[in-house]
Nanobody, 121 residues
């Protein structure tokens, strides 16, 4: 079975750091563009950062200079280093792969189950 699994969320004080990981399980052949999204309570899900297979990155303005997205294609992993966290960063964070190919075939818009990040003031 092919799936994306996030880890690394938790409770942190404002100004602290967390590193989220997204692991693609299964017999993966390739993963295209990936991204981290977040959804705060009562708000719409928003794109936080994206990364192409050849490491072109893009960030929402609110996290520029604080968050760093990266990936390891050999390990089928993606990361989000979050620094200088603010209470407004509190949300469930999801990873997404636009296209993933595996021995089970191709998957499009594959989402993880999410990991909670809570930043206390």
């Amino acid at each position: 079975q092919v799936q994306l699994v996030e880890s690394g969320g938790g409770l942190v004080q404002a100004g602290g750091s967390l590193r989220l990981s997204c692991s693609a399980s299964g017999r993966i052949f390739s993963i295209g563009d990936m991204g981290w999204y977040r959804q705060a309570t009562g708000k719409q899900r928003e794109l936080v950062a994206s990364i192409s297979r050849d490491d072109y990155t893009n960030y929402v303005d609110s996290v520029k200079g604080r968050f760093i997205i990266s990936r390891d294609n050999a390990k089928n992993m993606m990361y989000l280093q979050m620094n200088s966290l603010k209470p407004e960063d509190t949300a469930v964070y999801y990873c997404k792969a636009d296209r993933l190919t595996s021995n089970y075939g191709a998957f499009y818009d594959l989402w993880g189950q999410g990991t909670q990040v809570t930043v206390s003031s």
